[in-house]
């Protein structure tokens, strides 16, 4: 069964799926840190696979996580800089997001340079895309994104939405379900024949204390022997 969030406003979780909307498919390498001014909660493990958009205005910060070769025999983690999507969902239909080729580091490199992402209709035709990289200093996963939102579009920037300029997040005010992970660009070297084991161990060292408790909960039921 897929996993997948509904955004059926700027701000609110709709229940039930809304008449008008368009299914909008992530790609696995995706992490999605926040969903029209929303934070997405975390989890050391990729969340849903579908985004379900009402008709209207969306707003996007992800960032893209993949191991790239380094060379003829090394990998390691990349991630690129936190990325701003904004686009108009139209009122049905399938999308999805298309990422370029990503599978060494000249094309980290480049994408980090020229971030050519985008993001297409059912007949594979890309709908227009406002693109931006926000750029925060030493931005982790304790800072608040939504509130680095709520300043990046009060400030009329290139992917700004001007209606959630104003959306400075409330005290205990519940998070979008999904995965974020620490944004910070810095890359971990992953070498040898135990990849998943150093990746599992890296999005374990990104979680909250919560998520780490039930990841291990979890890991306790389910034994490998």
Not at 184 to 199: D, K, L, W
Request: glycine residues 8%; charged residues 20%; contains cysteine.
């Amino acid at each position: 069964m897929k996993k997948g969030w509904v955004v059926s406003g700027l701000l609110a979780l709709s229940v039930c799926l809304p008449v008008a909307a368009a299914t909008l498919a992530l790609t696995p390498e995706m992490d999605v840190l926040v969903v029209d001014g929303k934070k997405v909660a975390g989890s050391p493990l990729k969340g849903a696979n579908q985004l379900t958009l009402a008709a209207g205005q969306h707003q996007l910060l992800f960032r893209v996580t993949k191991v790239l070769r380094s060379g003829a025999r090394d990998q390691y983690l990349y991630h690129s800089s936190p990325q701003i999507a904004a686009f108009e969902a139209p009122a049905q239909g399938a999308l999805r997001v298309a990422l370029p080729r990503l599978e060494n580091d000249g094309d980290g490199k480049r994408f980090d340079a020229t971030p050519d992402y985008q993001i297409v209709d059912e007949n594979k035709q890309p709908l227009p895309v406002r693109r931006d990289t926000l750029q925060i200093p030493g931005l982790s996963l304790g800072a608040d994104l939504e509130k680095a939102m709520a300043e990046y579009n009060g400030a009329d920037q290139a992917a700004s939405v001007a209606a959630l300029r104003s959306m400075a997040p409330v005290m205990g005010s519940p998070a979008l379900p999904g995965a974020v992970g620490n944004i910070s660009q810095a890359s971990v070297t992953v070498q040898g024949e135990n990849v998943s084991e150093q990746m599992l161990q890296y999005w374990f060292q990104q979680a909250d204390s919560a998520t780490r408790a039930r990841f291990l909960n979890w890991a306790d039921k389910h034994p490998t022997h």
